[in-house]
């Protein structure tokens, strides 16, 4: 159960990588092509990842309120405001999105792998 729940894990955050960073790239792409990446890829993607990452924690018993955690949820949901700024509006660049979720999915990487206590 615990390797599925990893892979899921997995496989969630790396879809969200994906399409928070393709909704929020700054080139000529389609308003119907950032919404579809940005919310209906990235937010499917997003709900997962943090329900398997709850279930993660609660099944490893970590502690919901240590510096990682609470970091990486902070980072995330920060992330996430790019992709929906992206994703909502017209607009010729999304340079400041891009690099504000590029920034916060490092970070969250960061926390991830080397959990401060």
């Known amino acids: 159960m ?3 729940l990893r892979f899921l894990k997995l496989f969630f955050a790396c879809a ?3 399409a928070a960073l393709a909704a929020t790239f700054p080139a000529e792409i389609p308003l119907a092509t950032r919404r579809r990446l940005g919310l209906a890829i990235g937010g499917l993607s997003f709900g997962g990842t943090w ?3 709850f279930w993660l924690a609660a099944w490893m018993e970590y502690r919901f309120l240590s510096t990682w955690v609470v970091g990486s949820l902070v980072l995330s949901l920060l992330s996430l405001q790019g992709v929906l700024f992206a994703s909502t509006k017209e607009r010729e660049s999304t340079r400041g999105a891009f690099w504000l979720t590029l920034v916060s999915l490092l970070g969250i990487l960061a926390l991830m792998v080397w959990r401060p206590r």
């Open 51 to 53: 329900i398997c990452g």
């Open 16 to 18: 969200y990588v994906f």
């Open 2 to 4: 615990l390797t599925l």
